[in-house]
């Protein structure tokens, strides 16, 4: 039987533990002294997180540790520590049973950094979204401080940023090959994907006094072993995916008898593994695949490749099988094994996931602090998680998986009443019924055989799969029905509206259109070329079309001037300055001005940043000779494909008029309508020269510690540095 359907342990189906006789909190506590009203002597576990404390379920640490809670275990939370020292970590004293560490919702790194590395000012997680309340690489950082301050602790990470840092990663703000996270941050064991599964088990599993070393079958979990047990198969993964010679070819000109003339011997204490190319389906259970070890693909970005397509086959809960990498040599050497991914939640226990008793509001040590984040979610209902659009540069696929989870309907317009009659400030609009993608609520394959057997990394792309169901009537009747209640005046759509399967469904664009639009919506067509869209693996413009014309008609229909509002993205991997002038005379064709743009950034684990690390296309079977793919890189290309989406910005002229004498295309400078830029500079406009920007202390300290290059702005301050010093008058004036 496929393991996507054999039954699994209902997450509210454990024995509750001891502690359960306390009760529920109205919020999980920060403090020694709210843990004394509870009458709590200590916590059972402590969950570490860089975000603010809101206990709200579109937040992961209120999400599991109101799920812990629910398990009877007395869960505390230690919300953006000071984490120059242990003693943030030592607050709400020893933890009975283990520390829980995420960076939060967001990636610490992402969080902090612009696509172009520029230290962001502002944290949306953060009480007024100040800026600096969390460390770079914050897993790491939070799980040394908690086991500095209890060495004896088991320590679980988990959250987007250990999830998809669980293996070897490219890492683009130090652009290299990192270790997984596992390794770096020295835990006991990770928690990827959705964690309810995986740390309910591993919290029961600690309080039957069962250590984490010993917790080897979890899926959704990847641990670190001395070596695979004897009794399990091990699979090449070049046997499954060929990415040519591993080894470099021997010197033709060495001398014989030097180390080139020869291939390197084993390194003393090294496992020496005998491969099995295929294995028996009776056998599956106890095989793993093979991945190239870190020191290889740290080396050969196409190695690096290779292992993110492998990956990325072996996502499936259905036929996933264990994957393991070797992290070091000789008796150094460590497994780093990943357990195939969690089971998908049910309807049921997805119910009774999303209607724990939050209290959907910040924790009140904030007082009257605004927490952006919150502000934006705080009358939004999550229906659905997952996605099965596969988009390479998005981490919605590889965190919570392809397929979708449903909430039931019922459960959902309970959600909305209670919206309606207990939180603060609800003036009748709902901001969203969504998830990941706005319209994916019940979509599935319609043969769990099938969807148990796939290995194709989307199911809407290059076209829409035969087998998936595209019917969205369910969703269509749940948001009439939520739209109905008293006390209701608007439901907005605000998650991603998927347009090439809304168009599947006239019924769905007319609904939306005529009754869930505030006047605008924005969509992500992202390319128009070929070049880019096959390699994010998104539609081409002629779905926008046809969804724009329905949308178009239904709006005049129910006598309503609303527009669509594309986004798109600068210098995905597959784009050329040709793709991105095409893109800039369409947008000024069409009248589009965008205000903000948005560039690539190659997250941790991403298909599209494998690209951007090799070259290669893992789409397809990865070879020495395979597919190359252009590459956007460096700082004045990727500023370049930005200004095209910005061509209406005077202060991109002068850049876009030398690119497009450059190119040949110096006929669309002038000021006719079928002309991009003007030749003239308005007075006090143009490129900012280098350096203009004052550094922030974190800039400087930031070009000493993380291993980028200096900013300009940090070699122009040592150069003022040098120089005379002004008088304390003038320093004043200048400041």
Not at 56 to 85: C, K, N, T, Y
């Amino acid at each position: 039987m496929p393991l996507a359907l054999q039954p699994v342990k209902d997450i509210f189906s454990h024995r509750k533990y001891w502690a359960a006789r306390f009760g529920t909190a109205p919020f999980l506590p920060m403090s020694r002294a709210e843990m004394d009203k509870l009458g709590w002597e200590e916590c059972d576990i402590i969950l570490v997180t860089g975000d603010a404390y809101v206990d709200h379920p579109s937040f992961g640490m209120a999400i599991v540790g109101r799920l812990l809670e629910a398990q009877g275990f007395r869960v505390g939370i230690i919300a953006q520590p000071d984490w120059h020292s242990a003693d943030a970590f030592r607050a709400l004293g020893r933890p009975k049973l283990f520390f829980g560490v995420t960076a939060g919702n967001m990636d610490s790194m992402v969080n902090r950094y612009t696509a172009d590395r520029r230290l962001r000012s502002d944290d949306a997680y953060t009480p007024n979204a100040e800026g600096g309340r969390r460390p770079d690489r914050s897993v790491i950082v939070y799980s040394q401080r908690a086991r500095e301050a209890f060495p004896d602790v088991p320590i679980v990470i988990g959250g987007i940023e250990a999830s998809l840092r669980r293996i070897a990663h490219f890492d683009y703000w130090s652009e290299k090959v990192r270790r997984s996270v596992l390794v770096d941050a020295k835990a006991d064991i990770l928690v990827y994907g959705n964690a309810e599964r995986a740390i309910v088990d591993i919290a029961h599993r600690c309080a039957a006094r069962q250590k984490p070393a010993e917790m080897t079958d979890i899926r959704g979990t990847a641990i670190l072993r001395p070596a695979v047990p004897a009794d399990w198969i091990e699979i090449d993964s070049t046997t499954i995916d060929t990415p040519g010679p591993l080894n470099p070819p021997i010197d033709p000109y060495a001398m014989e008898g030097s180390a080139a003339a020869k291939p390197a011997a084993p390194a003393a204490g090294a496992q020496v593994v005998r491969f099995i190319r295929e294995v028996k389906n009776a056998d599956r259970a106890r095989s793993v695949i093979r991945m190239p070890s870190y020191e290889a693909v740290a080396e050969d970005p196409v190695l690096y490749a290779h292992a993110s397509r492998i990956l990325h086959v072996e996502s499936n809960p259905g036929n996933a099988r264990a994957l393991v990498q070797r992290h070091g040599e000789g008796k150094n050497a460590r497994e780093v094994w990943i357990n195939p991914p969690p089971i998908p939640l049910t309807m049921k226990e997805m119910d009774a996931l999303y209607e724990l008793p939050y209290a959907r509001v910040p924790h009140p040590a904030y007082g009257k602090a605004k927490i952006p984040a919150y502000e934006m979610i705080r009358f939004s209902v999550t229906i659905q998680r997952g996605c099965f659009g596969g988009c390479t540069f998005c981490s919605i696929t590889e965190h919570e998986g392809r397929i979708i989870q449903n909430r039931s309907e019922d459960s959902i317009i309970r959600e909305v009443e209670h919206i309606r009659d207990s939180v603060p400030g609800f003036t009748g609009v709902i901001s969203d019924l969504g998830g990941p993608t706005a319209n994916m609520y019940r979509l599935a394959c319609k043969s769990r055989e099938i969807e148990s057997s796939c290995r194709r990394p989307s199911c809407v792309y290059p076209g829409i799969c035969p087998n998936l169901n595209t019917d969205h009537s369910s969703l269509i009747k749940l948001y009439r029905r939520a739209r109905a209640l008293p006390g209701i005046k608007k439901i907005l759509i605000g998650s991603g509206v998927r347009y090439d399967l809304a168009v599947e469904s006239p019924e769905y664009v007319k609904e939306l259109a005529q009754h869930h639009v505030g006047g605008y919506l924005k969509i992500a067509p992202e390319a128009l070329a070929e070049g880019p869209l096959s390699k994010m693996m998104k539609p081409g413009v002629g779905s926008y079309y046809k969804f724009k014309e329905l949308f178009d008609k239904y709006s005049r229909e129910a006598g309503k001037e609303q527009y669509l509002i594309p986004y798109f993205i600068a210098a995905h991997p597959g784009t050329t300055d040709e793709d991105m002038l095409e893109l800039a005379l369409w947008l000024k064709q069409n009248g589009f001005r965008a205000d903000q743009v948005q560039a690539f950034l190659p997250s941790p684990m991403a298909t599209a940043t494998a690209m951007y690390h090799s070259g290669k296309n893992p789409l397809r079977k990865v070879t020495r000779t395979s597919e190359d793919v252009v590459i956007p890189k460096g700082l004045k290309v990727r500023r370049l494909h930005k200004a095209f989406l910005r061509y209406h910005d005077p202060e991109n002229w002068p850049m876009l008029r030398e690119a497009l004498r450059r190119m040949g295309r110096a006929d669309l400078i002038g000021s006719g309508k079928r002309q991009l830029i003007p030749s003239f500079q308005p007075a006090g406009t143009g490129q900012k020269p280098e350096g203009a920007r004052r550094p922030t202390k974190y800039q400087s300290f930031r070009t000493q510690h993380t291993g980028l290059p200096p900013a300009p702005q940090d070699r122009d301050r040592k150069a003022r540095a040098a120089s005379p010093k002004k008088s304390p008058a003038r320093a004043s004036r200048s400041r």
